[in-house]
């Protein structure tokens, strides 16, 4: 008991290998944190998988993470940032870039159907250079995505499409 308002602060997780939140299945509250290059070879959420919760996420980085369905059994992989079901999360100053799902959602991926249905709130984040068959900066995100970066654009309060000039420091 007690864990509901833990909060993970400072931590990289990176190639994590599982069926649905590679990097982190669950979340409370995350700041400060990066997921890279991890891979969910299920339905989704290679970076985190989000079900009926409602995390606060602030400062974080989703960068390489892929949602794949090698065998087709799930029928989709979608997320590859992050994959939310019954879920409420707030996303804020988040990066997701170079994130890869195989059917929607590269950055992230809000399920809408009828018993599952997720509603994220992101402001003030960058979605840029993800990819998927469909929707592959942000699928289905029927909350609010507002003063964001968004490749492509998207539709919502202050929302640009400018290239956020990342640079290389290798």
């Known amino acids: 008991t007690g864990a509901e308002n833990a909060i993970l602060d400072g931590f990289t997780v990176t190639r994590g290998w599982a ?3 590679a990097g982190m299945y669950g979340a409370n509250n995350v700041v400060n944190c990066m997921f890279l290059e991890n891979t969910a070879y299920g339905p989704g959420g290679g970076g985190m998988y989000i079900e009926n919760e409602s995390p606060v ?3 974080c980085i989703f960068q390489g993470n892929t949602a794949l369905d090698p065998s087709g059994f799930y029928g989709c992989a979608a997320g590859g940032g992050i994959y939310c079901v019954g879920s409420f999360p707030v996303i804020v100053n988040c990066t997701f870039h170079s994130n890869a799902a195989l059917s929607a959602g590269g950055g992230l ?6 018993y599952y249905y997720s509603l994220p709130t992101v402001v003030n984040c960058i979605f840029w250079d993800n990819a998927a068959q469909e929707s592959p900066e942000i699928y289905e995100a029927s ?3 507002r003063y964001s970066c968004i490749q492509g654009g998207y539709p919502g309060e202050g929302n640009i ?3 956020p000039l990342f640079s ?3």
């Open 19 to 21: 069926s649905e939140g």
């Open 57 to 59: 996420m602030s400062n």
């Open 109 to 114: 991926h809000a399920n809408t159907g009828l």
């Open 143 to 145: 909350g609010s995505v």
């Open 161 to 163: 499409a400018v290239s």
């Open 168 to 170: 290389d420091f290798s």
